[in-house]
């Protein structure tokens, strides 16, 4: 296995890269765009609020601007579907539909990608130049993308289950409108909470495992493009295991808080990389949201 005479093809190279490149693009002009209407960019200040559409659609028919009743309808439907989306916020009295759980869910899903999908990058890579090697010897191969989907649905499932707690964080009046926390004390239970669980046997263990792709794949390949699903999704499940707490830490700098989430998606890749001072990384990250945590409250 260590042997590298063999490297993946540049189109099979290629077509990993672009379709990583597919995936963020979309879900970082969600993120960015989601942030731009609520004002959580970094360095920026925007405000133009989504309300003013409806404004705007008064002024036109004010200046005597006469559209087809039927061309305004389409062009509004379209134009309401992705404004809901992008300015989604948590429903003023906490009279939540189910399209708001979808949202909120959606929210999530789209965030985990754009953040987790960066640090699978050499896993997809060391995938495909072993599925060059079994096409070399004529065996069975897979799409990597299949591979990707396969742990990017592992943060799905994670974004569904993290939902239900901020639900009810907000419906017990702990988080604003805004997705940030309104007591100290919350942000410093999360932070402290993630700070401990770098210090854990089960962080060391799931870590391990996300630093070591060719071991797992060694240890749990699967033949087929069902079988490069399952080896998606149960690297997912250790990533998940690796870095659940960590995005915990979202509900006590703001869920939307933009820089935050840039910060712990570098954050992540670096420790996943981090192959020579390991425990030295992550127990020095341990430390500050511990202190971070404490500080907070004192």
């Not at 979202?250 to 869920?255: E, H, P, T």
Request: charged share 10%.
């Amino acid at each position: 296995m260590n042997d590298k005479a063999i490297q993946a093809p540049l189109k099979d190279r290629m077509i990993v890269y672009v379709g990583v490149a597919i995936v963020l693009m979309f879900s970082w002009l969600y993120i960015l765009g989601m942030g731009w209407h609520m004002n959580t960019l970094p360095f920026t200040d925007n405000t133009t609020m989504s309300m003013d559409m409806s404004q705007d659609s008064m002024s036109m028919k004010d200046n005597g601007m006469e559209m087809n009743k039927q061309e305004m309808k389409d062009m509004n439907q379209e134009s309401n579907m992705i404004t809901e989306v992008l300015t989604w916020m948590p429903p003023m009295g906490n009279m939540w539909a189910l399209t708001d759980f979808f949202l909120l869910f959606m929210m999530w899903a789209v965030m985990m990608i754009a953040m987790m999908t960066p640090s699978i990058l050499p896993m997809l890579m060391l995938y495909t130049t072993l599925n060059a090697r079994k096409k070399v010897q004529g065996q069975e191969s897979a799409s990597t993308m299949i591979l990707l989907a396969g742990y990017l649905s592992s943060w799905v499932l994670f974004s569904l289950f993290i939902t239900f707690p901020q639900y009810f964080l907000h419906t017990n009046g702990f988080l604003n409108m805004m997705m940030e926390p309104i007591h100290a004390y919350l942000a410093a239970f999360v932070l402290v909470l993630a700070g401990i669980y770098q210090f854990t046997p089960y962080k060391d263990a799931c870590l391990n495992v996300c630093q070591s792709p060719l071991s797992f794949l060694t240890n749990n390949w699967q033949d087929g493009n069902l079988g490069a699903f399952i080896i998606g999704y149960k690297h997912g499940f250790y990533c998940v295991g690796c870095c659940w707490a960590l995005m915990l830490t979202l509900f006590a700098l703001g869920v939307m808080n933009i820089l935050w989430v840039i910060v712990l998606t570098v954050f992540v890749l670096f420790e996943k990389v981090s192959y020579n001072y390991p425990l030295i990384y992550r127990r020095a990250v341990g430390a500050f949201l511990i202190m971070w945590g404490l500080v907070l409250v004192v």
